[in-house]
């Protein structure tokens, strides 16, 4: 199987290597745990490796996450000619939808991608309701195994568990999923990072929840730590 690298050497290790090629991986977390840092490693990763890369966010616009890539030390300007940065409107859900079921596609083929990100996939989940939801996110799923391209989909947690995913849908469509959270060992103690594979198809992965910590460099993942 070959591997492709996150650009965090910690998370490559807990996962035997990086994300398989051609996997959909979920990463799922709360609020200001790091996802889309994590995405703009795996983008950066693929731009020094010669990759061709798309990011699609329905969160920030392309000067804002050229901003906070630079804030880590990540230089996405030097790649240009090699990274497509597309924001979708999630209020406009039927025009999103079908950018992504016909223009999608097309980018992809164009520039010949091996690697997509789309932040948040939460946002452009909550515009549908139940009965469509799982609908909408099976076609982003078709569209980018169709491309066959390597793809990171970050996603909010549900605020009991946080584990899952906001519409606990995601990690059912995703070949792998990997959860960022918040641990208190005590109401007295700092509160740490800990990042777990949850799952990894066709994988044998680490479970167990390691630390990490956001640096000015990024993330950085301890994997031969314990959280506490
Ligand atoms: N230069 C830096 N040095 C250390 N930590 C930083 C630095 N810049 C940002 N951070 C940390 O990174 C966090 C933001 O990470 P990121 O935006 O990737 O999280 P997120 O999970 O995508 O958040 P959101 O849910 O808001 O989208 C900040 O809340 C801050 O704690
Ligand atoms: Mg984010």
């Given amino acids: ?19 398989p090629r051609k996997h959909i991986v979920a990463v799922v977390g709360q609020h200001g745990t790091g996802k889309t840092t994590l995405g703009l490693h795996f983008i950066h990763a693929g731009l020094i490796n010669g990759e061709r890369c798309i990011i699609l ?59 997509v990100l789309v932040d948040t996939i939460s946002i452009f989940e909550a515009l549908f309701d139940e009965g469509e939801r799982y609908k909408a996110l099976a076609s982003i799923r078709n569209v980018l195994k169709v491309a066959e391209v390597t793809a990171i989909i970050t996603s909010e947690a549900d605020k009991a568990n946080p584990m899952f995913s906001k519409y606990g849908l995601l990690e059912y469509i995703c070949d792998g999923a990997i ?43 301890f994997e031969k730590e314990e959280i506490f």
């Fill in 179 to 221: 959860s960022m959270r918040y641990i208190r060992g005590s109401e007295l103690e700092e509160v740490r990072l800990g990042l777990e594979v949850v799952k990894m198809r066709r994988v044998k992965h680490s479970r167990k929840p390691k630390p990490y910590e956001i640096t000015e460099n990024g993330i950085v993942v």
């Fill in 57 to 115: 966010s329905f969160d920030e616009d392309e000067d804002s996450i050229i901003e906070d890539a630079k804030n880590f030390g990540m230089d996405f300007e030097s790649y240009s000619d090699n990274i497509e940065i597309t924001r979708l409107e999630a209020a406009e859900v039927k025009e999103s939808l079908r950018k992504i079921k016909s223009d999608l596609p097309e980018v992809i083929k164009g520039m010949n991608a091996s690697r």
């Fill in 1 to 19: 199987m070959e591997f492709l690298s996150t650009g965090i050497d910690g998370l490559d290790s807990m996962l035997g290597g990086g994300i």
